[in-house]
Nanobody, 123 residues
Framework: QVQLVESGGGLVQPGGSLRLSCAAT????????MGWYRQAPGKQRDLVAR???????IYADSVKGRFTISRDNAKNTVYLQMNSLKPEDTAVYYC?????????????????WGQGTQVTVSS
C-alpha cells in the first residue's frame, strides 16, 4: 500500500557530491518524520539525518556540515544532498518514513523503508 522509491546513488571520487531522492507513493494520509540511514558491510544500520514535518533536522556528527536533508511535502519526497564525500561514507543508504496510511479501510501509522541505494566513494 505504501512504497518508497530511492534514486541517486552511485560511484563518486572523494570530495565529490551526490544527491539521493526518496519518493513515497500509495495510500498516504500524512507523513511525519522522514530520514536517511546507512549501513556499511559488517556494521549496523545508523541514522544519517532526519527531518520532521515542521522542518526540524538532526544529523549524525560524522556528516554535519557536509550533508543536507530536505523534503518536498507536495511530492512526498525526501532528499539528501551529500557534499565533500569521504571513503568512510561508503554504504547502502536507506530512506525511512513515518507516516499515516490507509489499509483495508482503516488509518494506520507506521514506518516504511526504501530498498536501499549503494553509495561508493573511491578513487
Amino acid at each position: 500500500q505504501v512504497q518508497l522509491v530511492e534514486s541517486g546513488g552511485g560511484l563518486v571520487q572523494p570530495g565529490g557530491s551526490l544527491r539521493l531522492s526518496c519518493a513515497a507513493t500509495g495510500s498516504i494520509l500524512s507523513i511525519n518524520a522522514m530520514g536517511w540511514y546507512r549501513q556499511a558491510p559488517g556494521k549496523q544500520r545508523d541514522l544519517v539525518a532526519r527531518i520532521t514535518s515542521g522542518g526540524s533536522t538532526i544529523y549524525a556528527d560524522s556528516v554535519k556540515g557536509r550533508f543536507t536533508i530536505s523534503r518536498d511535502n507536495a511530492k512526498n519526497t525526501v532528499y539528501l544532498q551529500m557534499n565533500s564525500l569521504k571513503p568512510e561514507d561508503t554504504a547502502v543508504y536507506y530512506c525511512n518514513v513515518n507516516l499515516v496510511f490507509r489499509n483495508l479501510g482503516l488509518s494506520r501509522q507506521g514506518d516504511a523503508w526504501g530498498q536501499g541505494t549503494q553509495v561508493t566513494v573511491s578513487s
